[in-house]
């Protein structure tokens, strides 16, 4: 009597657990590519990288791993600002949807050079000041995806 009721408990708390992780899921999926833009494009830390620079991030960021990223940008503004270009207003991205948003901000462009190899990536990297675009989602709304 007393093991079968504790199932009962084990499984009305797997239920509860399973209907709790089904209400979160798209905010986990966007907080997923969101931690994922955070990683791939964002240093604060940095005005300006050299080739150096983009060797060494590329590497630190993951995108080195199975292959080399063939080109990246990292912007160089808080976090803060980046987010506040969600609150633009909307143009359409490469892809066609309507939720990408346009500011201007500093940069490193890495583009992986020819003497690269899986097993070394090697960049080049142009630093400068200019418009990029962002593809945003959520409530708030944050950048989950690097457009150009």
Known sequence: ???LQRTHSLLLLLLVT???LQLVQPSYGQDRMYQRFLRQHVDPQETGGNDNYCNLMMQRRKMTLHRCKSFNTF???DIWSIRSICNTENIQCKNGKMNCHEGVVKVTDCKETGSSRTSNCRYRAKASTRRV????EGDPEVPVHFDR
């Open 1 to 3: 009597e007393m093991a």
């Open 75 to 77: 912007i160089h503004e």
């Open 133 to 136: 675009v962002v593809a945003c």
């Open 18 to 20: 399973l209907i709790g």
